[in-house]
């Protein structure tokens, strides 16, 4: 298996891992929502996944650099430039107190990134097979 | 003609050499007073011509002479002497409503307010030897209808016949539409003047469906000062809703103090508590009986449910009891003793800790004396029912000193912690220490606080690690902190820097300011809501000191800030400001480990809540302590069509008493439905949809621009103006001249400008971001009742009040009619009021007679007044008794615990003072900020300018 191969199998795992997340974010949201959950106890879990969300997502996309996988890399530049704004304005976290009146962004951003893994998903597995297919000729 | 002309049969004037003043006599009964005597005959009608007046755009106003002329001898028309008009009976109603006009208007003068301008002074009688000599023809004065019984089938007459038009108009049209329950009545807003008592109408009546409500209780509907909405006839659909601009919310004032004479709310004991099974609602006055009473429908969900077998049985006298009488059934606020599965633990005791700045500044300004000596004046008001309330002080400055007392000790000792980054205790015990129990040393303490510290010289303030010692010290139980600070946070946890930048003031990053500057006071706000611990922020800088970012902590906790620029204990004022209302917090009976819910009638959501509060849910607030007088704004969605005659909201407050006990408060309101929009504009409520405006508005400029917040405002204002033109009026999408509203909504675009002019939302470089956040803080918590007033400052004129003003009559205190807030009122030789709950300015005009400082301020000329906060002096006479009487009944007559200041301000004194009293008469144009008039037309632009379908 060529380097190829590898990265669009790593990067293959790693939009699943994001994808996970996301339908744990949204399905913690629709908790919240019907009162399941407070918003203290919300913001404590999900505050924790943020970081570390981000910061794998840049990596992923470091690695998309690094290896010159420029289609890949300009999909997922979008999204690092967005994650980067987010933290430098200080509003990546989830606050207990506003939750309840920005929950529908919250819901609609967790949704357009629940879509954009989903599609990524696909694309790395196509990657991955192409790859693997130009390898085995 | 002349005094005695008008003087009422059988009285005579005769001059008093001694006292330079009219003595009037009766002849008949030889009765003699200084006041002139009173008839109820309608004025003579050739001492003032009525006529109706022109709307302005009808050619030049009548004669103006804009000279200014004073009466010769001043000292008569300030006592309203025998010149004085008897002007009929001296209620308000016959009088000129804006006679005061652009003569009496001195050096302010507003252009656009001349059409309406040129009555005359209703205490200037015409034969005023001066206004004759000067040839002032007198102006016109308009029939004004007494406003109180609608003033005839439509709009007031005194309109513009154009505007008349319009209104039969709309009359006509939508009086086809067959049973008419509100009568919507069109008044055009253009060239007519203001009359301040009409924010004191009640809200539009509610008009229930008959056999809605199952008692005859008129308290069985919620009271406005409990709840109150915004619409008081709720549309069946949102897309009328929408339609329509106008925004629905409640406006929630659940625990509301009780003042002498208002109905203590009744307390149902026998823990029968009859509740919804699906939707937990309880049970009310609007629940259906079914099933030969055996079962109720709710009225929220509609669901059956079966009636408790106790619900009927008197526990008491163990006997069968009338359900029809009992409480919760007649009344719409009622409080339930909560039995045991309402409680998460035992009824927490009251608990009180004060962390108390001892830095150089606090000390100084005597903020730390005068705080110990109302705690210890206070520690018997505090709410102390049963012997449990706890209390405990920790000092800070640069460290943190705790005092801890043994039980029954009379000796405090002092520990001092100064590792600020890990704050820990010093003793697990004796620090929160019960006040009955250690009533001496505690009172020992307090004495001894202010001098301790005397020499203090440190600079510096540890006050977040202060508060993280207070959150570890009752953690486990839940209190009230009351922080009490007088310089920036600067050490350990929570520091803050001096963030004030005068350049920003004024621009789009403004906002930036009133933003939270350090994440702690949120953070710890959040923990504080899981203690059950609320925070109290008194705050005393001389310079800045963040309010911003401090007003957090109480925001979230369901507390309160309070704010004391320039504090200095030197002057009494300040002293008795701060004490009174520091007592009042401390003495007010707050509920303990609250929540709320607030339940609608099905197809309706509660989506927004504005206020002190932390939301938990997406209906639960939770609050660790419920102030007392504090109002909570809720939007409400329609999500569904409502078919039911009648919708219900529901508050329910559950919390315990100081006095331990367990409590649900319930308040039900009910509100007609409605498919017409005519009958939901005119069951608008005004008060209630500023109030939901001005939470908006404070909100939005924090988290958009100041400017945006601005905007938003005049653009929901003009939406509802164009929209109702085209709806209710015959002018349709066409451009018109008039600018039309229903009568219950007449205040509210001048109620939008005043909230424009606030010191909260005004555009202007120079309010400092402090004041600014604290107005803003104070927009958010202010019931109805407050919050009008510092929106629409109240202006009173003195000098002419009528004689019965400031006496003791049936309701207290009679105050004057109020004047609308324009400075063509401030005559040159007058003595006016201006009040905003806040503050109470006393303007003296420049032209003020001596007898009148004699008689008020205890000086022999004018000259040797000197303005600023003041006390005035209470004097053997009886202009000053009336005086001092209507300030001590503007200070009390309101809820709350403010006290507003004094200030004297002189017409040609400091320019800050007199400005910023100026800035209260929200009528005049100030700076870039438009007067009401300029505000008319160019809402009346913008509204024909665009279309509204």
């Known amino acids: ?137 | 003609m002349s005094g005695q002309q008008q003087l009422p049969p059988g009285w005579i004037a005769q001059w008093d050499q001694n006292h330079g003043r009219y003595l009037f006599i009766d002849t008949a009964t030889n009765h003699s007073q200084w006041e002139p005597p009173v008839h109820g005959a309608p004025m003579n009608p050739d001492s003032r011509p009525q006529t109706v007046s022109p709307g302005p755009g009808h050619g030049p106003a009548p004669t103006q002479s804009k000279r200014r002329q004073y009466a010769a001898d001043q000292t008569q028309a300030y006592y309203g002497g025998a010149d004085m008009a008897p002007v009929g009976p001296p209620s308000y109603m016959d009088q000129p409503i804006h006679g005061g006009g652009g003569a009496g208007s001195g050096g302010l003068f507003t252009p656009g307010l001349t059409a309406e301008a040129g009555g005359q002074p209703p205490y200037y009688a015409p034969d005023t030897p001066s206004w004759q000599n000067g040839g002032q023809s007198p102006g016109p004065a308009y029939a004004q209808p007494p406003y109180v019984g609608g003033g005839g089938p439509h709009g007031q007459p005194q309109m513009g016949a154009l505007a008349d038009q319009f209104s039969q108009m709309g009359m006509s049209q939508h009086g086809a539409m067959g049973q008419k329950p509100f009568g919507l009545h069109t008044t055009n807003l253009i060239g007519v003047p203001i009359d301040p008592r009409e924010l004191l109408r009640p809200p539009p009546e509610i008009r229930l469906p008959p056999g809605a409500c199952l008692s005859q209780n008129p308290l069985a509907n919620a009271d406005p000062s409990y709840m109150r909405s915004t619409i008081n006839a709720v549309p069946t659909t949102s897309s009328l809703l929408n339609k329509s601009k106008i925004s629905f919310g409640l406006v929630l004032t659940p625990h509301r103090s009780i003042k002498d004479g208002d109905e203590p709310v009744p307390v149902v004991t026998d823990t029968v508590i009859a509740r919804c099974r699906r939707c937990r609602a309880y049970i009310n006055p609007y629940v259906q009986f079914i099933d030969g009473g055996n079962r109720w429908k709710c009225c929220l969900c509609s669901m059956s449910n079966e009636v408790p077998q106790l619900f009927d049985w008197d526990q008491q006298r163990n006997q069968p009891a009338d359900r029809w009488s009992r409480l919760e059934l007649n009344h719409s606020a009622v409080d339930f003793v909560a039995p045991t599965e309402y409680m998460v633990r035992p009824p927490q005791p009251p608990v009180y800790v004060f962390l108390l700045d001892i830095s150089h500044a606090a000390v100084s300004s005597g903020m730390v004396a005068t705080a110990t000596r109302t705690i210890l004046e206070s520690l018997d008001r505090l709410p102390n029912a049963d012997n449990r309330t706890k209390v405990a002080i920790i000092a800070f400055d640069v460290a943190l000193h705790f005092f801890s007392i043994p039980p029954g000790g009379t000796e405090a000792s002092m520990l001092v912690v100064s590792d600020l980054d890990d704050v820990f205790l010093p003793k697990p015990t004796d620090l929160l220490i019960n006040l009955s129990e250690t009533r001496a040393g505690l009172e020992a303490l307090l004495t001894k606080m202010g001098d301790m510290f005397q020499e203090s010289h440190t600079v510096g303030s540890a006050m977040g690690p202060a508060l993280q010692a207070g959150f570890k010290l009752c953690a486990s139980v839940g209190a009230k902190i009351i922080v009490l600070s007088a310089s920036l946070p600067t050490l350990g946890a929570g520091a803050l820097k001096n963030r004030e930048d005068n350049k920003v003031l004024g621009t789009a990053k403004e906002s930036a300011l009133l933003q939270a500057a350090s994440s702690f006071y949120k953070l710890s706000a959040i923990d504080c809501v899981r203690d059950h611990i609320s925070v109290d922020m008194f705050l005393f800088s001389p310079s800045y000191t963040d309010v911003a970012t401090l007003n957090h902590l109480p925001h979230y906790t369901a507390g309160g800030t309070y704010f004391y620029p320039a504090f200095n204990a030197t002057r009494s004022e300040d002293a008795i400001k701060f004490a009174h209302e520091f007592g009042e917090v401390l003495a007010s009976p707050i509920g303990l480990e609250a929540v709320i819910r607030v339940r609608p009638s099905r197809g309706m959501r509660m989506s927004q809540y504005h206020g002190n509060v932390f939301t938990r849910s997406t209906d639960l607030l939770a609050l660790p302590a419920v102030p007392v007088d504090q109002s909570y704004a809720i939007e409400v969605q329609i999500e569904e069509n409502l078919n039911t005659p009648f919708v219900v909201f529901q508050c329910a407050l559950l919390h315990t008493t100081c006095d331990g006990e367990r409590r649900i408060r319930v308040i039900t309101l009910a509100l007609p439905t409605t498919n017409n929009i005519s009958e939901l504009y005119s069951s608008v409520d005004q008060i209630a949809l500023i109030t939901l405006l001005a939470n908006k508005a404070v909100e939005r400029s924090m988290s958009h621009k100041m400017e945006d917040a601005r905007e938003a405002l005049t653009n929901k204002l003009t939406d509802i103006l164009g929209t109702y033109k085209n709806t209710m009026t015959s002018a349709g999408s066409g451009a018109s001249a008039a600018l039309s509203i229903c009568d219950n909504m007449k205040m509210f675009p001048l109620l939008c400008l005043g909230l424009l002019k606030h010191v909260g939302l005004r555009q202007s470089a120079q309010i400092p971001p402090d004041l600014r956040a604290y107005a803003q803080a104070l927009l958010g918590t202010l019931p109805s009742q407050l919050l009008i007033p510092y929106i629409h400052p109240t202006f009173y004129s003195l000098h002419n009040m009528p004689p019965e003003c400031g006496t003791i009559g049936e309701g207290g205190v009679i105050l004057p009619p109020p004047q609308p807030l324009t400075s063509e009122r401030l005559e040159r030789h007058g003595l006016f009021l201006i009040e905003d709950g806040q503050t109470i300015f006393l303007w003296v005009g420049r032209e003020a007679v001596p007898q009148l400082m004699v008689d008020v301020f205890d000086l022999p000329s004018y000259d040797q007044l000197r303005g600023g906060k003041m006390t005035l002096p209470i004097l053997d006479n009886p202009f000053s008794e009336r005086v001092n009487a209507i300030i001590a009944k503007v200070r009390e007559m309101r809820r709350g615990p403010y006290r507003p200041c004094l200030y004297v301000v002189k017409e040609d004194g400091e320019p800050p003072l007199r400005l910023w009293a100026l800035s209260s008469l929200i009528q005049d144009r100030a700076d870039q900020l438009p007067s009401y008039t300029q505000y008319l037309t160019q809402l009346k632009d913008k509204v024909n300018g665009s279309s509204y379908s």
């Open chain 1, 1 to 137: 298996m060529t380097g190829a191969g590898w990265l669009f199998l790593f990067a293959v795992i790693a939009a699943a891992g994001l994808l996970f997340t996301m339908v744990f974010f949204i399905i913690m949201f629709s908790d919240l929502e019907c009162d399941y959950i407070n918003p203290i106890d919300l913001c404590n879990k999900l505050n924790t996944f943020v970081l570390p969300e981000a910061l794998f997502h840049a990596f992923l996309t470091l690695l998309f650099l690094l290896s010159g996988q420029w289609i890949a890399l300009f999909i997922n530049a979008p999204l690092v430039a967005f994650n980067l704004q987010k933290i430098q304005s200080n509003s990546h976290m989830y606050d207990a107190t506003e939750i309840f009146r920005t929950l529908s962004q919250h819901k609609k951003e967790s949704f357009i990134k629940l879509g954009f893994y989903l599609l990524c998903f696909f694309y790395y597995l196509y990657r991955m097979i192409l790859a693997l297919i130009s390898e085995s000729e």
